[in-house]
């Protein structure tokens, strides 16, 4: 049994957890920003497989040095199509609409994953009933995607690019419906080995991609501004390694629900961010968006809690 050195006091218990809070809820919130300062002078595809490639490797890295044993067979064709799924299509598509949408908005629209989730866990396992609660929150979070993207609104400020809209709900879709997959799938018992191989092998195929679509010849560090080279480093060691972390480490001791509380608080702080620090608009279109995706986003997380 450890010695009652080796454990931390209640008092830095209670600060760890309010600092892994912090990270996962104002850095995974800043980092909507981060990427669209990095996209106006990076290839997109190719900024998100730097990203991930190198976040994942050294996660990966720092847990089999750790001693944790590298996947099985079994486990790695897990890994891959969660990889594929949750990291080339949802964060590819989030790196190449974010040149075109506010970072803010780019995360309203992501924050509907437990819309898409709800919907999978009715509509694929059958695990949940629609029920007029549900019902309800789902008529909000649409309704606030329709006044994000509707021009026929009068409400200031243009509506969001259709087209970068749409696929941002593609990707919110296909993240949704992995995570509802990988419940059930054969994956590494350690979160963090488990996070940092679906970073790798998902940055791969994103510069695999990258490549296949011509972004490398386009790609001129020099030319790179410090900024952005800043912005690129901070998704790599906050963004991803530091905030996986916590995520992880938060996981193994505050309930589920507690933890997925991160789901409407980023987007709130994205908006913030993004309006004091990127010059982007807070017209009352992106403030009544906003508002109706998040109650859709509480409505959905209470509801599963209560079950």
Same mark, same amino acid.
């Given at each position: 049994?450890?010695?009652?050195?080796?454990?931390?006091?209640?008092?830095?218990?209670?600060?760890?957890?309010?600092?892994?809070?912090?990270?996962?809820?104002?850095?995974?919130?800043?980092?909507?920003?981060?990427?669209?300062?990095?996209?106006?002078?990076?290839?997109? &595809? =190719?900024?998100? @497989?730097?990203?991930?490639? !190198?976040? +994942?490797?050294? #996660?990966?890295?720092?847990?089999?040095?750790? /001693? *944790?044993?590298?996947?099985?067979?079994?486990?790695?064709?897990?890994?891959?199509?969660?990889?594929?799924?949750?990291?080339?299509?949802?964060?590819?598509?989030?790196?190449?609409?974010?040149?075109?949408?506010?970072?803010?908005?780019?995360?309203?629209?992501?924050?509907?994953?437990?819309?898409?989730?709800?919907?999978?866990?009715?509509?694929?396992?059958?695990?949940?009933?629609?029920?007029?609660?549900?019902?309800?929150?789902?008529?909000?979070?649409?309704?606030?995607?329709?006044?994000?993207?509707?021009?026929?609104?009068?409400?200031?400020?243009?509506?969001?690019?259709?087209?970068?809209?749409?696929?941002?709900?593609?990707?919110?879709?296909?993240?949704?419906?992995?995570?509802?997959?990988?419940?059930?799938?054969?994956?590494?018992?350690?979160? &963090? =080995?488990?996070? @940092?191989?679906?970073?790798? !092998?998902? +940055?791969?195929? #994103?510069?695999?991609?990258?490549?296949?679509? /011509? *972004?490398?010849?386009?790609?001129?560090?020099?030319?790179?501004?410090?900024?952005?080279?800043?912005?690129?480093?901070?998704?790599?060691?906050?963004?991803?390694?530091?905030?996986?972390?916590?995520?992880?480490?938060?996981?193994?001791?505050?309930?589920?629900?507690?933890?997925?509380?991160?789901?409407?608080?980023?987007?709130?702080?994205?908006?913030?961010?993004?309006?004091?620090?990127?010059?982007?608009?807070?017209?009352?279109?992106?403030?009544?968006?906003?508002?109706?995706?998040?109650?859709?986003?509480?409505?959905?997380?209470?509801?599963?809690?209560?079950?």
């Amino acid at each position: 049994m450890a010695s009652a050195q080796s454990q931390p006091s209640a008092g830095r218990l209670r600060l760890l957890t309010l600092a892994a809070f912090a990270v996962i809820y104002f850095v995974w919130g800043s980092t909507y920003l981060a990427i669209r300062v990095g996209v106006r002078q990076m290839p997109p &595809l =190719l900024m998100a @497989g730097l990203r991930f490639a !190198a976040a +994942g490797l050294a #996660l990966y890295g720092w847990m089999r040095l750790r /001693g *944790e044993p590298a996947p099985t067979r079994r486990q790695w064709l897990s890994i891959l199509p969660l990889a594929f799924t949750m990291f080339l299509v949802d964060y590819g598509i989030l790196f190449w609409a974010e040149q075109r949408v506010p970072s803010g908005v780019a995360a309203v629209m992501l924050a509907t994953i437990p819309l898409f989730m709800a919907l999978s866990e009715i509509l694929i396992l059958r695990t949940q009933r629609f029920t007029p609660r549900l019902a309800l929150s789902l008529a909000a979070g649409l309704g606030g995607v329709a006044v994000l993207t509707g021009s026929s609104l009068n409400l200031g400020a243009t509506p969001i690019d259709l087209r970068s809209a749409l696929a941002l709900m593609f990707g919110a879709f296909s993240w949704s419906v992995a995570s509802v997959y990988g419940r059930k799938m054969p994956l590494p018992e350690s979160k &963090l =080995l488990a996070s @940092g191989a679906q970073m790798l !092998a998902g +940055g791969v195929m #994103l510069l695999l991609v990258s490549a296949a679509f /011509g *972004e490398w010849p386009r790609f001129h560090p020099a030319q790179v501004s410090f900024s952005a080279w800043m912005s690129l480093l901070y998704l790599i060691l906050a963004g991803s390694i530091l905030a996986f972390s916590a995520y992880a480490w938060l996981l193994h001791r505050e309930s589920p629900t507690k933890v997925g509380t991160y789901a409407y608080v980023n987007p709130l702080v994205a908006v913030v961010v993004g309006y004091f620090f990127g010059g982007e608009a807070l017209s009352m279109r992106t403030v009544v968006g906003t508002l109706l995706v998040l109650v859709s986003v509480v409505v959905i997380t209470t509801a599963r809690a209560s079950r």
